[in-house]
């Protein structure tokens, strides 16, 4: 299992970044897809999920502002992040949901 993770970066608090996570290794069709989050001396929480059919579940903390979506034909899944805060501020990971498999995140940082 592969989950490479991408597009994070140094963002202003009311911007916007598009994460993207590229899968392998595994029938991505059949998986739910999920995105968490660890900020600094926090326990990694859920952000987001995609089931296999495209319906989505987020975290209250990010609802109204961030969206889940992929594309199964290129096994990808990607978080589109609007209206960013500092508390947003997190390395972000994608997984296959309630797996063990995690891939590298990629950093967000929100300034204020």
């Known amino acids: 299992v592969q989950l490479q993770a991408s597009g994070g970066g140094l963002v202003q608090a009311g911007g916007s970044l598009r994460l993207s996570c590229v899968a392998s290794?595994?029938?991505?069709?059949?998986?739910?897809m999920a995105w968490w989050r660890q900020a600094p001396g926090k326990q990694r929480e859920f952000v987001a999920l995609v089931n296999t059919g495209g319906g989505t579940n987020v975290a209250d903390s990010v609802r109204g502002r961030f969206t889940i979506s992929r594309d199964n034909a290129k096994n990808t899944v990607d978080l589109r992040m609007n209206d960013l805060k500092p508390e947003d501020t997190a390395v972000y990971y994608c997984?296959?949901?309630?797996?063990?498999?995690w891939g590298q995140g990629t950093l967000v940082t929100v300034s204020s």
């Open positions: 997984n296959i949901y309630s797996s063990g498999s």
């Open positions: 290794g595994f029938p991505f069709n059949s998986k739910i």
